[in-house]
């Protein structure tokens, strides 16, 4: 029981001092001249044919948009 304990305190305080790490981000450069994003056809490991297709249409929207999944 004691053990258990232990086990859970130390998982605990791992999870915790994980989340306190600061995440490294990389603030846009307006000086950087590239401004072409290339999306590449994608694999299809589903029964769906149309699947791959329509996922890639929605990057394309969301690049054009400039709304990314980690800023919704």
């Known amino acids: 029981m004691k053990r ?3 086990s859970f305190l130390t998982v605990f305080c ?3 001092i ?3 790490i600061p995440v490294h981000t990389i603030s ?3 000086s950087n001249p590239i401004r072409t994003v290339a999306v590449l056809p ?3 490991a ?3 044919v149309e699947g791959p297709r329509v996922v890639r249409e929605l990057t394309e929207k969301r690049i054009k948009n400039g709304i990314t999944p ?3």
């Open 14 to 16: 791992f999870l915790l």
């Open 28 to 30: 846009p450069n307006p």
């Open 4 to 6: 258990n304990k232990l």
């Open 46 to 48: 589903t029964n769906d």
């Open 42 to 44: 994608m694999y299809n």
């Open 70 to 72: 980690a800023s919704r």
């Open 18 to 20: 994980s989340c306190s």
